[in-house]
């Protein structure tokens, strides 16, 4: 099986060439099907130490501020490449109401984490 380059389905102009699955140790693909029911693929080439070290950072990069930051750029810029320009303000649009949905949750779970002891009295019991 071979994979392409990340986003080149948008480069409709530009032939990317192939990259072998060999080149890879590891990865993390994100899918979302026709019904919107989201996968997830994970893929080692072994569980070696370096193998499971180099998967660690992975995902703590594409977990970090950084690298979503620097996806939204990847994204923005082959909309406009592409001249979606509509669809790209639909996009961005979607990203924020789902991250202030997000964020609003992630609030209410600290505030609950907060509001509770850290020792309830039934538990000295």
């Known amino acids: 099986m071979k994979l ?26 994100y899918s979302i099907d026709h019904k919107g029911e989201m996968f997830i693929d ?9 193998v499971i070290e180099n998967f660690a950072e992975l995902i703590c990069t594409i977990s970090s501020m950084k690298c979503h930051l620097t996806t939204l ?8 490449n592409e001249d979606q320009l509509q669809q790209l303000d639909k996009f961005v649009t979607l990203v924020l109401a ?12 600290t505030r609950k984490d907060m509001e509770e002891p850290c020792i309830k009295p039934s538990d000295m019991l």
């Not at 994970?42 to 370096?50: A, G, H, I, Q, R």
């Not at 750029?73 to 406009?80: A, C, G, L, S, T």
């Open 4 to 29: 392409l380059k990340l986003f080149s389905f948008f480069r409709k102009k530009k032939k990317e060439e192939p990259v072998e699955d060999s080149e890879f140790q590891s990865s993390v693909t």
């Open 42 to 50: 994970v893929t080692l080439s072994s569980f070696e130490d370096k």
């Open 73 to 80: 750029q990847m994204i923005k810029d082959n909309f406009q």
């Open 98 to 109: 789902n991250q202030a949905t997000v964020n609003k949750y992630e609030q209410n779970l």
